[in-house]
């Protein structure tokens, strides 16, 4: 069984990376499926593999961050943010950064988000944004950043103590690290955009990009 979850992984991720047309019926009735089994599996490099394909195969767009509702849907209703959630607590750093990427994927459909911010997913994706581990702190980075879009979460993004992460984040990783700057300045813009979340009680500020590029 073992070796079958394995094969089952590696496929999928494949599957879902070369982004075939006209796979619809599948990833809504098969592989959505199978992908949430893996993420309970014992064997840490299948859990990691099933949340990559997961975290692939909701996004249609890439360049323009569009997720398939449907797709996305389908995991929330499957229990399957529950079991990112679950994985984002894990030890292993890979396995963390793949369920972080994949909550963050997910949490650009607003319903998905909503779930997300219910089961205590801020404060996971606040934790792991400390994190020294680059691709971990990158996939937190971006899921604070789609929680951030709207008004409906940051209060809860500044409750959990993610404002001053995200400003660590943008000063630590200058250069070497744009996908984290961007995430995590993007994050902070949002946040800046409500009058509300002046970054109160926090000793943190926006970044100055003439700091950074020193």
């Given at each position: ?37 893996l993420l309970k599996s014992k ?51 890979g396995v963390q950064a793949e ?84 995430r995590a300045v993007g994050a ?27």
């Amino acid at each position: 069984m073992e070796w079958v979850e394995w094969v089952l992984s590696h496929a999928l991720l494949t599957i879902a990376e070369s982004n075939v047309p006209g796979l619809d019926n599948f990833w809504l009735k098969q592989g959505t499926e199978v992908m949430l089994r893996l993420l309970k599996s014992k064997q840490e490099d299948v859990q990691e593999k099933g949340a990559t394909a997961l975290a692939t195969s909701v996004v249609i767009d890439d360049e323009n961050a569009t997720v398939d509702k449907a797709r996305a849907e389908a995991v929330m209703k499957g229990g399957g943010i529950a079991s990112l959630l679950d994985l984002a607590k894990s030890c292993r750093e890979g396995v963390q950064a793949e369920a972080a990427k994949a909550i963050a994927n997910l949490s650009i459909n607003t319903e998905v988000a909503k779930t997300v911010a219910t089961e205590g997913g801020i404060k996971i994706l606040a934790a792991l944004a400390k994190s020294p581990n680059r691709w971990v702190a990158e996939g937190a980075a971006g899921g604070l950043w789609n929680l951030s879009v709207g008004e409906d979460h940051k209060g809860a993004i500044s409750e959990a103590g993610a404002i001053a992460a995200l400003v660590e984040l943008a000063f630590k990783w200058p250069s070497g690290g744009e996908g984290v700057l961007e995430r995590a300045v993007g994050a902070l813009a949002n946040l800046a955009a409500d009058d509300k979340q002046r970054f109160e009680g926090q000793r943190g500020h926006l970044p100055n990009f003439e700091d950074l590029d020193r």
